[in-house]
């Protein structure tokens, strides 16, 4: 029906960059927000930014001034520009879309299977 798949995630050192891509296919009628999330071990899934169809965003603190979320509509596709990466940014990033289903009655969401991210020296 509707999938979504990751990509970008690797090992970084502190300080570094990675771009990371969430592209959602399928049966899509119109994109109503994506959001990244992520889980570090042993910890619960945290937000970290969202991106509405319209390009309002919204951001955790923790990210703030250091991570970019933006959207290409017609691709469906969304990034998330994380520059001045820390250790503590190691984690599963997942992407969440949340759409109406072509000939669907409202709005639903789907996840992504995650993109390992891990900050180390």
């Known amino acids: 029906q509707v999938q979504v798949a990751e990509s970008g995630g690797g090992l970084v050192l502190p300080g570094g960059s990675l771009t990371l891509s969430c592209a959602a296919s399928g049966s899509i009628a119109s994109i109503n927000a994506f959001t990244w999330y992520r889980q570090a071990p042993g910890k619960q899934r945290e937000m970290v930014a969202q991106?509405?169809?319209?390009?309002?965003?919204n951001y955790e603190h923790f990210v703030k001034g250091r991570f970019s979320i933006s959207i290409d509509n017609a691709a469906k596709t969304v990034y998330l520009q994380m520059n001045r990466l820390e250790p503590e940014d190691t984690a599963v990033y997942y992407c969440?879309?949340?759409?109406?289903?072509?000939?669907?009655?409202?709005?639903?969401?789907?996840w992504g299977q995650g993109t390992q991210v891990a900050v180390s020296s």
């Open positions: 969440n879309v949340v759409v109406k289903v072509a000939g669907g009655a409202g709005l639903e969401d789907f």
């Open positions: 991106i509405s169809g319209g390009g309002t965003t």
